[in-house]
């Protein structure tokens, strides 16, 4: 390699991954000794900057003649869970074919990047691709000398993308406002439950600009047409992670299809699909409170914030939401107990496993009075988890819970939710699991959790959760 090893790790000290990384970089420069290696500034759409490993070199391809077409790739410091960013790095007598691998600046798009999934995906395999599809379609074209004169000016600006350098100043502006200050939300997912999700926030009007992120394969097609048939205010529709960046919100509704036979198949396969996307989004938006819809969200939401390396209080799942809000309009409306339903909250685990319980209680004379108040209210709630029974979670549902959530983080708005956050410390959990309980909600995430009435039965059946979710986590093959 053209970097010592040693050197070369003391340059990757800020990478996540960094003894992965070098492996990789080594296969490289094995398979492909013109290779050079170095650190240099990258600069991003959005105009943050960051120092990142990039090489340069040339890779044969076979068109009629052999040729050695120029590239050049930014290495992201998620690597491996997130796919390098490639350039064509043309000389000054070669023009770029603009293709469907290729747009006018010389970045590359290829199925590869698209589909990049940890440990399957390897830049040796990217550059083979790389290989394949450019014998395809050549990339670059040889100029005539005039040609190349009035290429010149345009290969500097070329050569300013490809070695990460944009203008700063042109950031652009919506709304006459920065796009450092727009509530931007992502969408991961385009199933029904991500459709939904896009369609609640632009009806409630919570974020200047929403993000669809269609990571499935093949050409926009059912929900995901018809939102670009339609045209919604302010919906994008795209499947470049790029286009995640700087969102303050990234909701989270993937679910893997695959052939899995057991429960426990089923989340692995969400585990690794997850792990092809938490890095990528983490690196665009660093800042983001990510907020978990998949399945099972307790679980799901733990992966999140380990494979993301985020605080715990900017990885929360859906949890409970929908339940406590519908809990609370059957108590004031159905059963008339307007009073206890502000206290009341459906916590714990997602399904039959939920439990009410209260954040705070009227002050009586007396232990009698005190029994009595709290038999008279466990009634009442029994009743209204029993019409909740026959509410199912549909995905418009959960969708406007989305809605909800988001509307409280961007506005700052400080309220109450009962969300999936991490357990450990409250009801006397002792393990890294993540429970829906009652917390305050704002722009970074979960500012406080809400103190729960002490009762030994909500604990006892929480602490029994909490022990079933870790036994299954531990199986997982993070």
């Known amino acids: 390699m053209a970097l010592a090893e040693e050197a070369l790790r003391r340059q990757l000290g800020k990478y ?21 290696f170095s650190m240099n500034t990258y600069t991003f ?62 970045r590359i798009y290829l199925p590869y990047l698209q589909n990049w999934c940890h440990p399957k995906s390897t830049l040796i395999g990217l550059i083979k691709e790389m290989i394949t599809k450019f014998e395809e379609e050549l990339p670059l074209y040889s100029l005539s000398s005039s040609d190349a004169a009035r290429q010149a000016e345009l290969l500097s600006y070329i050569t300013k993308i490809t070695e990460g350098e944009t203008d700063v100043k042109t950031r652009s502006k919506i709304g006459g406002k920065n796009e450092e200050c727009f509530n931007k939300i992502t969408v991961v997912g385009a199933g029904d439950l991500g459709i939904a999700c896009v369609l609640a926030v632009a009806a409630k009007d919570v974020a200047d ?46 679910n893997s299809l695959g052939n899995a036979q057991t429960y426990l198949e089923v989340i692995q396969n ?14 665009y938006s660093q800042n983001a409170v990510l907020l978990v819809a998949s399945h099972p969200v307790e679980v799901m939401t733990f992966v999140s ?91 418009w549902s959960v969708g406007l819970s989305v809605a909800d959530l988001t509307d409280s983080i961007l506005k700052d708005k400080r309220k109450i939710h009962s969300v999936s956050t991490l357990a450990k410390g409250c009801c006397k959990v002792n393990s890294e699991v993540f429970l829906s309980l009652p917390c305050i ?7 406080e959790m809400v103190r729960l009435e ?24 993070l």
């Not at 094995?30 to 050079?36: D, G």
């Not at 960013?85 to 000054?92: E, G, N, S």
């Not at 459906?346 to 005190?370: D, H, L, M, R, Y």
């Not at 002490?454 to 093959?477: F, W, Y």
Request: overall charge neutral; proline content about 5%.
């Open 305 to 395: 914030w380990k494979l993301s390396s985020f605080p715990k209080s900017r990885v929360i799942g859906v949890g409970a939401n929908l339940d406590s809000e519908r809990l609370q309009y059957i108590l004031t409306n159905l059963l008339k107990a307007e009073v206890l339903a502000k206290d009341a909250w459906v916590i714990g685990e997602q399904g039959e496993e939920k439990v009410p319980s209260w954040t705070s209680c009227n002050v009586v004379a007396n232990q009698t009075e005190a029994m009595a108040a709290h038999n008279s209210r466990e009634k009442v709630a029994n009743r209204a988890m029993e019409v909740l029974k026959g509410k199912g979670q549909r995905s």
């Open 16 to 36: 996540k991954f960094r003894d992965l990384t070098i492996e990789e970089l080594k296969n490289v420069s094995k398979a492909y000794p013109n290779f050079t």
């Open 209 to 254: 600009k929403v993000v669809l992120l269609d990571l499935s394969e093949g050409a926009a097609k059912g929900g995901t047409m018809d939102l670009e048939i339609f045209a919604v205010p302010n919906v994008e529709i795209s499947k470049d992670f790029s286009a995640s960046a700087d969102s303050k919100v990234v909701v989270l509704t993937v």
């Open 441 to 447: 909600l704002g722009t970074s995430g979960v500012i």
């Open 454 to 477: 002490e009762d030994p039965l909500v604990q006892e059946k929480l602490q029994s959760s909490a022990g079933s979710i870790h036994d299954l986590q531990q199986q997982l093959k």
């Open 45 to 106: 759409k959005d105009g943050s900057q960051k120092d990142l490993l990039n090489f340069s070199g040339t890779v044969p391809v076979k068109y009629g003649n052999s040729y050695n077409i120029p590239i050049r790739l930014w290495i992201l410091d998620s690597h491996p869970f997130a796919p390098p960013i490639c350039f064509l790095k043309p000389t000054a007598n070669m023009g770029i074919s603009v293709g469907k691998h290729v747009d006018a600046r010389g």
């Open 270 to 283: 969400n585990v690794d699909l997850f792990r092809g996307i938490i890095p990528a989004i983490s690196h």
